[in-house]
């Protein structure tokens, strides 16, 4: 089984839909559930941080962690072609190692 | 401006020519990291530096050198470059713990 596995798309969707992006893992010691964004020609950036579970809200983005099922989602609500970017989940364990854990990254496309 | 700097951004060359990717971050982080992203296999990590002169393996190290001789610079050295390390590369770097890391702007490297 994978440690981290997040489908690549690429998804398209029409400017205001509503997005969900996922991510499952394996590894139970992951405790730091993070979401960073890349666009085209650029280095990722951090988008979303959370390390409970349960849901997390900054403006129209909704990260949200299930530590039961393992499962991590993004939500974009009114998503703007400005969104348009690859999105990836990341992951850290609790103390001891600092090293960062993505997914392959889905890339999202929104249609004006 | 806090940020991250690699240099060269494109670089084409040949197999077996030496060559250094430099990399400079201006916001005093102790954690630097290398990362190389391809095509359906994501980012992964090379190697990492949690402080001057005290750096370590990643994922995928083989063909690669790195130093810490100063905190602000990380350079990524291939001694002899071989076609299979063509990819994108990033550098990295982040305050401790490391749940937020900012990168550079890539260095896309092809050999021929």
């Known amino acids: 089984q994978k440690e981290v596995e997040q489908d690549p798309g690429p998804l398209s969707v029409p400017e205001g839909a509503i997005v969900s992006l996922n991510c499952t893992y394996s590894n139970s010691a992951f405790q730091y559930f993070m979401w960073y964004r890349q666009y085209s020609r650029k280095g990722p950036e951090l988008l979303m941080y959370?390390?409970?579970?349960g849901n997390k809200e900054d403006g129209r983005f909704t990260a949200q962690v299930d530590k039961s099922s393992k499962y991590i989602s993004l939500f974009i609500r009114d998503s703007q072609p400005s969104d348009s970017a690859t999105y990836l989940c990341?992951?850290?364990?609790?103390?001891?190692?600092?090293?960062?854990?993505f997914g392959k990254g889905t890339k999202l496309t929104v249609n004006p | 401006e806090a940020q991250v700097t690699q240099n060269p951004r494109y670089l084409i060359t040949v197999t077996g020519k030496k060559l250094t990717v430099t990399c400079s971050q201006n916001?005093?982080?102790?954690?630097m990291s290398w990362y190389r992203q391809d095509p359906g296999l994501g980012l992964r990590q090379i190697y990492y530096?949690?402080?001057?002169?005290?750096?370590d393996k990643g994922d995928v190290p083989e063909g690669y050198k790195v130093s810490r001789k100063e905190k602000r610079n990380f350079p990524l050295i291939l001694e002899s470059p071989s076609p299979n390390q063509t990819s994108l590369y990033f550098c990295?770097?982040?305050?401790?713990?490391?749940?937020?890391?900012?990168f550079g702007p890539g260095t896309r490297l092809t050999v021929t």
């Open positions: 990341a992951f850290r364990n609790q103390g001891g190692s600092e090293k960062l854990v």
């Open positions: 916001m005093n982080h102790e954690y």
């Open positions: 530096s949690m402080n001057v002169e005290v750096t």
């Open positions: 959370t390390y409970s579970s």
């Open positions: 990295a770097s982040s305050r401790l713990p490391t749940y937020e890391q900012y």
